[in-house]
């Protein structure tokens, strides 16, 4: 029996890994917006183009590298060199991540100040830096991933992600209640981060 086609297996496994993704995340919105208000929302909105700009300087670019090079790598069944592949593109990735974490951690304040022109942003700021180097080492993997023609291991972490992210701050939202404490948006964003951890773990 003919073997089906890898990058059709592919596309079906992530199409249907980001939809319900989406759907997680749609619902996990309204909890939010709800919870938080219109107010804590757009604190919370605020540290997404930090996020994305040290997703962008660290491993966007790394990544895509990983699976090109992995890829060309493969087809000759040079298994050894996919993986020295992997493994410098991981440290250079690692040493910039570390490096773009603490910068942001340690200059939140400023950051907050006179970029984002919103002071209360500084403490996410410092709680999302935590989160960086664990994306690092998932999307390198998940690149090494890509470059094999697996797309499972990628779709699960990208699962794991979202379900530990949303279920984190259910549970967070649910302790505080009992307790008679007043959630903060900042839960959200430890939500983020112990949802990058999720990730992590999966993939390595």
Same mark, same amino acid.
């Given at each position: 029996? @003919?073997?089906?086609?890898? #990058?059709?297996?592919?596309?079906i496994i992530l199409?249907?890994t980001? +939809?319900?993704?989406?759907?997680?995340?749609?619902f &996990?919105?309204?909890? +939010?917006?709800n919870?938080?208000?219109?107010?804590?929302?757009?604190?919370y909105?605020?540290?997404a183009?930090?996020?994305?700009?040290?997703?962008?300087?660290t491993?966007?670019?790394?990544?895509t590298?990983?699976? @090109?090079?992995? !890829?060309?790598?493969?087809?000759?069944?040079?298994y050894?060199?996919?993986?020295?592949?992997? /493994?410098?593109?991981?440290?250079?990735?690692?040493?910039l991540?570390? +490096?773009?974490?603490f910068?942001? =951690?340690?200059?939140?304040?400023?950051?907050a100040?006179? %970029? /984002? #022109?919103?002071?209360?942003? !500084?403490?996410?700021?410092? *709680?999302?830096?935590l989160? $960086?180097?664990? !994306?690092?080492?998932?999307s390198?993997?998940?690149? &090494?991933?890509?470059?094999?023609?697996?797309t499972?291991?990628?779709? $699960?972490?990208? /699962? !794991?992600?979202? $379900?530990?992210?949303?279920?984190?701050? =259910?549970?967070?939202? %649910?302790?505080?209640?009992?307790?008679?404490?007043?959630?903060? *948006?900042?839960?959200?964003?430890?939500?983020?981060?112990?949802?990058?951890?999720?990730?992590?773990?999966?993939? +390595?």
């Open positions: 029996m @003919k073997p089906k086609n890898p #990058l059709i297996t592919g596309t199409t249907l980001g +939809l319900v993704s989406r759907l997680i995340g749609f &996990y919105r309204i909890f +939010l917006s919870v938080f208000g219109a107010e804590g929302m757009g604190i909105q605020l540290i183009p930090v996020l994305a700009l040290s997703f962008a300087l491993v966007s670019g790394i990544q590298a990983i699976s @090109k090079y992995v !890829a060309s790598e493969t087809s000759t069944k040079d050894h060199t996919s993986f020295r592949t992997l /493994l410098i593109g991981f440290t250079l990735a690692m040493a991540s570390v +490096l773009c974490a910068s942001i =951690y340690l200059f939140s304040e400023q950051i100040e006179v %970029f /984002l #022109l919103e002071k209360r942003t !500084a403490p996410l700021l410092r *709680i999302i830096a989160s $960086i180097p664990m !994306a690092t080492v998932h390198c993997i998940n690149g &090494y991933f890509y470059g094999i023609r697996q499972a291991i990628p779709a $699960i972490s990208q /699962l !794991a992600e979202q $379900i530990c992210r949303v279920g984190s701050v =259910y549970l967070i939202y %649910f302790f505080c209640s009992r307790q008679g404490m007043q959630p903060t *948006i900042s839960f959200a964003v430890v939500g983020l981060v112990i949802g990058e951890s999720a990730s992590m773990i999966v993939s +390595l």
